[in-house]
Each structure stands twice: as C-alpha cells, then as structure tokens.
C-alpha cells in the first residue's frame, strides 16, 4: 500500500527547447560583457580627452577635444613601430611626443581631422615620455639607450632631412620604403604655430 505522506515528484528534462534558452542566456551575457569592454582606441581617446580637459583647466585654454568616432591616433611602442617601418612600403606617420605637452594636446583634434580628410587611416603617437622625465640626459646610460633608439629611426634618411634627434619634441616623422622622409625637426622655425603646419605638409605627402 503506497504512504499517504509521499509526494509526486516531477523529474527535469532537459528540452531542446531549454537547451536553446540557456545558450541564448549565456550569449548574451558574454557580449554584454565584451561591448562593455573599452576597446584600445577607445582608451587612447579618453585618454588624450582627460589629458586635453585637464590642461585647458589648468591654462584656461580650450583645445578641442578627439571624436570617437573619427580617431585615426594609435599609441605605438618603439619595437611594434619599427617592425611596421621595416615590413611595410607604404606611408608611416609618427607624431612623437607627450600628453604632458601644450602644442600636441592643442594639435591633436586637428591632426586627427586633417588625416581623416586626407584618407589616413592611423597616425602613430610614439611617447616622448621616458625622455622627459630623465633629470639627466648626460650620463652614458641614457644616452647609450638613446642613440639605440636613434638608430632605427635614422638607419635610412632621406637627404633633404635631418637625422631624428630623440631630445626634440614634439616632432612630426613620416616614412616612406623603410626611409625617413619627412622630420619636422628639419626645419628651424618650429614653433606652436609651424609645428602644425609643417604637420600639415607631412600629412599630404602622399597627396
């Protein structure tokens, strides 16, 4: 005789249908998750961003910040720039310097703008940063690792440019086959205002 006191019990399938469900579930979980990932463009902008709001707070300047949306600026190491340099024959554009200095963060949304305008899809920031915080630049250290540095950038020059100096920034360098063709630091009369504008001719070098 079967007790009073059992209860009917409903075993779980598992239904294709379930099945589905939870997969669905689980995807959409997992993409949410990525989306809200910042992308590295993503983190360079807000980056430069902070980097622009801070000092125009601080100077009471108003240097116009980068769009997101039109971000060709890609930060670079030294060691992935020149494997594109070395393998690569098209056009390379470099602005190297700091977001501790005035002239780049006052640039930078008009060089993002003009490349955009020129079909340039990515400009290279390389970081000036470890040279300006060394408080001296005469000991045999800093400078046996410099000319290291220089060495890529000027293994093959073009003759109407000078050799890259790693102290002068912010600077603007172009390559084209393997080969420096273009320096800001050429020209003498780099200020604020010509530094821009000789960024200008080096974006349009291919123009």
Known sequence: MASKNRKNKVSFKWTKELIILISAIVVLIVATIILSI???????????????????????????????????????SHDDLFKKVNSSNDYIYVIYG??????????????????????IKTVYFYSSQWVEETENTDTETFQTKASLLEN?????VDQDQ????????????????KTLVFNSQTYADVDAYNWY?????????SK
């Open 38 to 76: 910042p992308s590295s463009n993503e983190r360079t902008v807000t980056k430069f961003n902070t980097a622009i709001q801070t000092y125009n707070t601080a100077n009471s300047t108003s240097y116009s910040q980068i769009a997101l949306d039109s971000n060709v600026i890609v930060e670079i």
């Open 162 to 177: 000078d050799d890259f100096d790693l102290l002068k920034y912010p600077s603007f360098l172009v390559f084209k086959d």
């Open 197 to 205: 504008m000789y960024v200008q001719k080096g974006l349009l070098l």
């Open 152 to 156: 890529d950038f000027n293994a093959s």
């Open 98 to 119: 700091s977001t501790n200095n005035g002239t780049v963060l006052e640039q930078l949304a008009n060089i993002n703008s003009t490349a955009k305008d020129a079909e």
